[in-house]
């Protein structure tokens, strides 16, 4: 399975980017994909989840309510609509993926096998 992270750049406070994971490979084992952030001097952190069998989503509770995990199934590609961003959101954004994540898991760095490259998000005026 290969991720190909993008749709990152630059954007001022309360502006919005959604970003897109493209899928290619043998992806029908996945059981989630997954965001994961990083900003500088800091760890990888988790932002969201989709649950392929059942569409359910998950997120941190620092996203809630302005953050979106979605996918396009026929595209095999998975977006993170991103709103109401502040400076804060600012970091090197991941998409992940992997056969062997289980609820318990999905919000652990480890639990996933697959990675993309990352895309940078920048919040600024």
């Known amino acids: 399975v290969q991720l190909v992270e993008s749709g990152g750049g630059l954007v001022q406070p309360g502006g919005s980017l959604r970003l897109s994971c493209a899928h290619s490979g043998r992806t029908d084992s996945n059981r989630y994909t997954a965001w994961f952030r990083q900003a500088p001097g800091k760890e990888r952190v988790f932002v969201a989840a989709f649950k392929w069998n059942g569409g359910h989503t998950y997120y941190a509770d620092s996203v809630k309510g302005r953050f979106t995990i979605s996918r396009d199934g026929a595209k095999k590609t998975v977006y993170l609509q991103m709103n109401s961003l502040r400076s804060e959101d600012t970091a090197v954004y991941f998409c992940?993926?992997?056969?062997?994540?289980?609820?318990?898991?999905?919000?652990?760095?480890?639990?996933?096998?697959?990675w993309g490259q990352g895309t940078q998000v920048t919040v600024s005026s």
């Open positions: 992940a993926a992997g056969p062997s994540v289980i609820q318990s898991s999905l919000a652990t760095e480890t639990a996933y096998y697959y």
